[in-house]
């Protein structure tokens, strides 16, 4: 399972966690995932994204028609 955002194309980071010694290891940011139902109204049907949670709160304010047309035009889709 990929963990990228399917609105937003959010992804992986990467960083270091640092230690007190102040060594420096390899590791990974994963994005605040989940996989949501949404329902269309225009297209009365239930689509099922992978979605961050900054998109599910955008998606409670705007509706998502709105937010679906707003990230095609921008190329995130």
């Known amino acids: 399972m990929s963990r990228i955002c399917d609105l937003t194309g959010k992804a ?7 230690s007190n010694s102040n060594v ?10 989940k996989v949501k139902k949404f329902y269309i109204p225009e297209e009365g ?3 099922t994204l992978k979605v961050s949670t900054s998109a599910v709160k955008t998606i ?10 707003k ?3 921008k ?3």
């Open 12 to 18: 992986p980071m990467n960083g270091h966690n640092v």
């Open 71 to 73: 990230f095609l035009k």
């Open 24 to 33: 420096k290891t390899k590791r990974k940011f994963y994005p605040n995932l």
């Open 60 to 69: 409670n304010k705007n509706g998502i028609s709105a937010v679906i047309n």
């Open 75 to 77: 190329g995130y889709v």
């Open 45 to 47: 049907r239930w689509i």
